[in-house]
């Protein structure tokens, strides 16, 4: 009775947590006033339901978390809006056209502000933790615009500058700066891979390894149409090959396989920092983690609980991925629609033959399709089917080509033959985006209101539990958990 009644505090809190931070971040004003999740507080303490009380106890915890995030009235850089300033800082983060700035000094006085400013990058090569000097004239970003929700908002980038912008170098970046030198190996790797598979073949390999986006424009383009992007991503497969990968290290070198299995939770921040911590991949890891936390105490991973958890801690010290960031939404609901849906699919299409795991492939597509429709429909206006047939022929071929991939990064640039199977796995996949762009008829334009994105998911969750829910208790987990666990648990069986 106990542990049922933990774990209902644990859902309860962490639904009513994000609940806060999701109602804060769709309202209309910059800044709440305080007497409000006040008022939640004191109302959620009265309440004598058990389970209501911890959702609105906790929904006044999300609402105050939120807020903490905001700029003051009297931010420094709030108070210049409209002037011509000159700032200086280290960059944070870097885009194709767009640098943001980590701004400590403005027109020579030191500042402590929340916020970030971007500015046009012009073509210059900036990374990160180098300082910068800007001069131009600040803007703020408004709450309600589009772009400031779909990205500058995850950033922190409550400021931006708009028209001439002079841009100076200061400083390079700090050599002791762990995610400086982390990023400059990280652009080393790309351009030793870009040597031994030069174009988008190797930008390709870069993404399905780490997660890099330097395919061409058009490329690009062409995998997003094929609804194939999710296989430049990092995601659980890429937290299983780093535990696969060090945890046997760890024992090697002679540490105990519990103590193995914990340092390899190490490995995965490492990981996660060198791929660039995008919210996508922390959830991942988060999860990662959890499954191995929970196989070294002897606990069987529930992967819908881990998932909760991992959207948790990642918006405790992130409120503004629930909302604003896209990777992370639809990270989170791809996820959930395979541990969800994966299972009832495959029931349904039983008549789809297993072979070489077709069925699995088809169940798992469909289900991540069905869950990201309203989301993508709201964020993008669009959304592409083609990822229901490309997917069939993608999915087999990756596994192949992050080996091979994997061997001619290593070996590559002394036996090139060696590169060949990579090459020919990775041209394959960019021939199967490219095809889908024949079917112009698979991509369905629509833009719907943020409400029914609400209403949908409300539909969808209430079906699931009630006819889903009751029938199998939770569908089984998505392959990537279940990988991960039987690879710890290897680990962890002679201990």
Known sequence: MKAYSFQQTMICGSLGFLGGVMLHAYTPLD???LWIPGAILLMGCCIPNRVARILLIFCAIGLFRFDLTLPSVRDPLGLRTGQVLTMEGRIASVRSYQAVLD??????????????????????????????????????????????????????????????????????AV???????????RLSISRHIDRILPGDEGALLAGILYGERSLSPEANEAFKYAGMTHLIAVSGSNIVLVVSLFVPFFLWIGYRRPTAILLSGGAILLFSLFVGAEASVVRAAIMGWLAVLARVFGRKPQAVHLLLMAGTVMVLFDPWALAFDAGFALSFLATWGLIAWTEPL??????????????EIVATTTAATLITTP?????????????????????????????????????????????????????AMLLIASFANRFPF???ALSIPVWLVFVSYGCIVLHWRLCLGKERDYPQESSNINQLSRTTQAFVRPF
């Open 103 to 172: 701004v400590r000094v403005a027109e020579g006085v030191n500042i402590h502000s929340k916020s970030h400013v971007s500015f046009s990058s012009q073509g210059k090569w900036i990374a990160v933790g180098e300082r910068w000097r800007v001069t131009c004239r600040l803007e703020k970003n408004e709450k309600s615009e589009r772009r400031f929700q779909l990205w500058d908002a995850r950033k922190g980038i409550f400021f931006r500058c708009r028209g001439s912008t002079s841009a100076v170098r200061v400083e390079e």
């Open 175 to 185: 050599p002791t700066d762990l995610i400086a030198v982390l990023a400059k190996w």
């Open 375 to 427: 989301y993508l429909l709201w964020a993008f206006e669009s959304v592409s089917l083609a990822g229901l047939v490309t997917n069939l022929f993608a999915i087999p071929i990756v596994g192949f080509a992050m080996l091979w991939g994997a061997v001619a990064l290593v070996f590559g640039s002394w036996i090139s033959w060696l590169s060949y199977p990579a090459q020919g796995a990775l041209q």
């Open 442 to 444: 698979l991509k369905i």
């Open 31 to 33: 800044q709440i006033a």
């Open 346 to 359: 495959s029931h349904v299409l039983r008549w789809i033959p297993k072979w070489f795991g077709l069925r």
